[in-house]
């Protein structure tokens, strides 16, 4: 049975940011980060796919990601922690003080990603409000 997902994906963390052409668009934001080291302006594509399992979807984007990146997949029930060579699964229902969210979070400080982006929460949880309201 196919489910509802949804993606959060910054096209600056793609090699190639036209494979987000391949899939529905819910939603496209631009946010300013001024203090960012690798652009000012994020172009945050929110998108959505009807599937059975998602992790083939998560294969094609880590295939293009750039070192140091991180996106975010999810569902009802499971956050999905996206770099380029790993993938961490949260579950909705242990929430963020999982030692899966921990190891995401370490796991992020190995590819040199400076610690306040490292807060996925709070990165995330306007996104996860926003699909909320969708259904």
């Known amino acids: 049975m196919k489910k509802i997902y949804y993606s959060l994906i910054d096209s600056a963390s793609l090699k190639n940011p036209t494979i987000l052409n391949k899939f529905q668009h819910r939603k496209v934001t631009v946010q300013y980060e001024p203090e960012s080291s690798t652009a000012k302006f994020h172009y945050n594509f929110l ?9 083939p979807i998560i294969s094609e984007f880590q295939n293009e990601m ?70």
């Open 47 to 55: 998108l959505e796919y009807k599937t059975e399992k998602i992790e």
């Open 66 to 135: 750039h070192y140091g990146w991180y996106s975010f997949f999810w569902n009802e029930e499971k956050l999905f922690i996206v770099f380029d060579s790993k993938l961490f699964k949260i579950d909705f229902s242990t929430g963020w003080v999982a030692e899966e969210y921990k190891a995401a979070q370490q796991f992020g400080k190995t590819q040199k990603i400076p610690e306040v982006y490292l807060d996925f929460k709070n990165y995330f949880q306007p996104f996860k409000e926003m699909t909320d309201k969708l259904k």
